[in-house]
């Protein structure tokens, strides 16, 4: 069994943008079968840090272009593990742009970060990307969704 999440939009649409400044986190079960591949959703959460912010994410932050002092900071770096709360325990993030503070917090939780392309905007084709991409592409023959 594998644990992925993805950012995800308020419309549970692929966000693309740095994934801590997403407004929701989906955490989905994948599951092999011998030829077959089936995955499910398994949750859905609210970015935990959200919740802390008193104001909105700034277009810096969202674009993984702060500055070098911004980036720095000890709040700054320590916004990008909160999300951890919530997808901590997954084996793999699917993720478009990310800046290096997101990437440090996955790694240090044992993540692994699988880039998706800028043109996939479904959740189901970002899956079946990651799918065919990383794993079972000479393997599998037929994936389904066991929703």
Do not use: R
Request: proline share 3%; hydrophobic share 40%; aromatic share 12%.
């Amino acid at each position: 069994m594998i644990k992925i999440a993805i950012a995800m939009n308020t419309d549970h649409s692929f966000y693309h943008n740095n994934p801590y400044t997403a407004s929701k986190f989906a955490v989905y079960t994948i599951i092999k079968n011998q030829d077959k591949v089936k995955y499910s959703l398994s949750a859905i959460f609210e970015n935990p840090w959200l919740s802390q912010m008193s104001k909105a994410f700034e277009y810096d932050e969202i674009n993984c272009s702060c500055s070098h002092i911004c980036k720095s900071s000890l709040e700054h770096t320590c916004s990008h593990y909160a999300m951890l709360d919530v997808i901590g325990g997954c084996n793999y993030f699917l993720a478009d742009h990310y800046c290096d503070n997101t990437k440090k917090a996955l790694q240090n939780a044992g993540v692994t970060i699988f880039k998706i392309p800028p043109i996939i905007n479904k959740v189901d084709i970002a899956i079946k990307n990651f799918l065919l991409g990383a794993m079972y592409a000479s393997t599998v023959q037929h994936i389904h969704n066991a929703s």
